[in-house]
DNA sequence: CGAATGATCGGCT
DNA sequence: GCCGATCATTCGA
């Protein structure tokens, strides 16, 4: 088998988030947690662009505890707990100093799905296995303990790889993020991608 | 220190 | 379609 490499810092800072965004579809999320390997295809992303962005954490540069892992060079893992119970995963891009990061939303399940199954509790594949931000992680054993890991680092148990997967331009559906109403304007932005047709993305708004 | 608030999910009606 | 779970984080007193 072919063996491919962990995409490196020049992806994560080369471009817009709004364009890594849409270039990480494709691409393959891997795990490696207590030395089980799993992996899926990433079908959905949504952008976060600090400072004008009001959906962003870091919305006018905020920096606290929590968001000061955003403002890291791009290649880290920002990842946080959302509603009390769902880890959401978001790759940090941009140079240092600037908190630009893109939410994983979805994925399809592509290597190791047997662990994943027994990580969410399921018999049997289904979408609702990878499907959305909370599940998707809890499928490839994601969680906060990762927080600001550098997924460019040959150790590093979270990474993307680049298995040149080909999505075409005309797969890929432009809409507004999900969840973030209270964002006004900036909750009309079409800052989400996903790829058309394919059963992995999570549900509409 | 107390209270409010989610970048969600899954179960129930 | 609606609603409650559940807790880290943030902000104000």
Request: with cysteine.
């Amino acid at each position: 088998m072919k063996k491919h490499k962990r995409l490196e810092r020049s992806f994560y800072i080369r471009e817009d988030v709004l364009t890594i965004s849409r270039q990480l579809l494709g691409k393959v999320l891997v795990s490696n947690i207590d030395g089980q390997r799993s992996a899926g295809i990433i079908v959905e992303t949504e952008a976060y662009r600090a400072p004008d962005d009001k959906a962003c954490h870091a919305h006018l540069n905020r920096f606290t505890k929590r968001t000061s892992t955003m403002f890291m060079t791009g290649g880290h893992a920002y990842i946080y707990l959302c509603y009390g119970i769902h880890h959401l995963f978001n790759v940090v891009t941009a140079p240092e100093g600037i908190a630009h990061v893109v939410l994983i939303r979805a994925v399809e399940p592509k290597e190791n799905i047997k662990l994943m199954l027994k990580r969410r509790g399921l018999g049997q594949v289904k979408p609702q296995l990878t499907a959305g931000p909370g599940v998707m992680s809890r499928a490839l054993g994601i969680s906060k303990s990762f927080n600001g890991i550098d997924m460019t680092k040959e150790d590093a148990p979270i990474w993307i790889e680049d298995q040149q997967i080909d999505i075409n331009e005309n797969a890929i559906i432009r809409s507004p993020r999900v969840g973030i109403d209270y964002a006004e304007e900036c909750a009309l932005w079409d800052w989400r991608f996903r790829i058309k047709n394919n059963p992995y993305t999570s549900r509409a708004k």
